[in-house]
């Protein structure tokens, strides 16, 4: 075991509680394919998140790739650039044209206000991200896509757990895709799943995440191997006791955060959770270099000579990689936020087992860099 402090640390359920799934795995040796506790996992899950359809997967980017066929989009997608590269790639391997747009102040999400002006005969679908779990304007964003009829995929791979006042964030638009990677808040190992509200496309989802399969002998369309397995199902059934818990501790270790970087010049943190109960997967803080004195990348350094490493999520933007930097939309002067904000952001470790004395020193690290 090494000292170092990590952006994250994965919540797993205990392993004496794990065996006896184990044990029964090796019992009834069916390991994939819809065997019992994916389908349990699958039924828990959709009552844990308030929906009815859920279709797991073996990761949120395969998950992405086969929504999209699944709502049949082609040609153009407006999306943001400030994302896990994941999220443009999904549009890429559907042959779609991705179609950047900066992003809003407030939540780090696609700009509504910028997208009208994207659209094009071509446009199909709009892809937004729920950054960090910051909910997207979803009201905005649904008038638009009323208005040109178009589909609205929601990457809400940061966004589980999220409890809005008024309505379940993950129902919005035509599907939302979840992340159960281990890195995320709840964790399958890999893993990730499909939110959908319409029994046909749910239908059509399982088809296609397995071959193309609709039955023994029948294959309706060239599907893809990206299933969900047995053990990666258990992992999810038992973290789903302990995440609400989890959600607690990180809640803890946020407030001990706010206290000491809230108010710093130069330093901004977002604790503006007015709608809805946020999850903390996440601690993002945009340091202003011209404010604070000193440089994002000076304090990632500093860290990192103490063992801590914090990450720069999401940079370099995606419109900035050498896959997408030649489309028209990636041009830097169209997305200034999103610019700024990917030199400006970092993420600090957080998780629940994350102790008090760890981030008194993280802080101080940062604050005293000023000296
Ligand atoms: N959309 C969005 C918006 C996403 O953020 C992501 C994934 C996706 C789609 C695609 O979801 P998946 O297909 O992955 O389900 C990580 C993750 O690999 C990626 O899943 C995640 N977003 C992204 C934000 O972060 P890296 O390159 O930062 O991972 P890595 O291996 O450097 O891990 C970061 C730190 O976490 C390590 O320094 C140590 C700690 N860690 C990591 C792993 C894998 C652990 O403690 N245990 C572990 O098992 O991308």
Not at 18 to 30: A, D, M, Q
Not at 151 to 163: C, P, Q, R, T
């Amino acid at each position: 075991m090494n000292n170092y402090i990590y952006v994250t640390k994965p919540n797993l359920p205990e392993l004496k509680d794990v065996i006896p799934y184990l044990e029964k795995i090796w019992e009834n040796r069916i390991l994939t394919n819809n065997g019992p506790f994916h389908n349990q996992f699958e039924q828990e899950l959709a009552k844990y998140l308030g929906v009815e359809h859920v279709n797991l997967f073996a990761n949120a980017t395969l998950a992405l790739i086969v929504g999209l066929q699944a709502l049949r989009i082609t040609g153009e997608v407006i999306t943001t650039p400030f994302s896990f590269v994941a999220t443009t790639h999904a549009l890429k391997w559907n042959g779609i044209t991705p179609v950047f747009c900066d992003i809003e102040e407030k939540t780090l999400n696609i700009d509504p206000e910028k997208i009208e002006a994207l659209i094009t005969p071509k446009t199909t679908a709009i892809l937004p991200v729920h950054v960090y779990g910051h909910p997207c304007d979803t009201e905005k964003i649904q008038d638009i896509a009323d208005k040109y009829g178009l589909k609205v995929i929601y990457d809400a791979a940061h966004a589980f757990g999220i409890k809005m006042k008024d309505k379940n964030l993950l129902l919005e638009g035509d599907m939302s895709v979840l992340s159960f990677h281990g890195t995320k808040l709840f964790t399958t190992f890999e893993g990730g799943a499909i939110i959908c509200k319409d029994e046909k496309l749910k239908k059509r989802i399982d088809y296609l995440k397995n071959f193309g399969f609709a039955d023994e002998l029948t294959v309706i369309a060239p599907g893809i191997n990206a299933k969900m397995n047995e053990f990666q199902s258990v992992i999810g059934l038992l973290s789903l006791e302990i995440v609400e818990e989890e959600i607690k501790n990180r809640k803890k270790v946020a407030e001990t955060y706010f206290e000491l970087l809230d108010g710093v010049k130069g330093i901004r943190v977002f604790n503006n959770f007015e709608d809805y109960a946020y999850n903390y997967s996440y601690f993002p803080i945009l340091i202003d270099e011209k404010e604070f004195g000193v440089s994002r990348e000076k304090v990632y350094d500093e860290l990192k000579k103490n063992n801590i490493f914090a990450r720069r999520y999401f940079y370099p933007l995606i419109s900035n990689m050498p896959s997408y930097r030649s489309l028209p939309s990636a041009a830097k002067e169209n997305l200034p936020v999103a610019n700024r904000i990917a030199e400006q952001v970092l993420c600090l470790p957080t998780y629940g087992a994350l102790e008090a004395d760890m981030i008194y020193k993280i802080c101080s690290l940062i604050i005293g860099i000023q000296n």
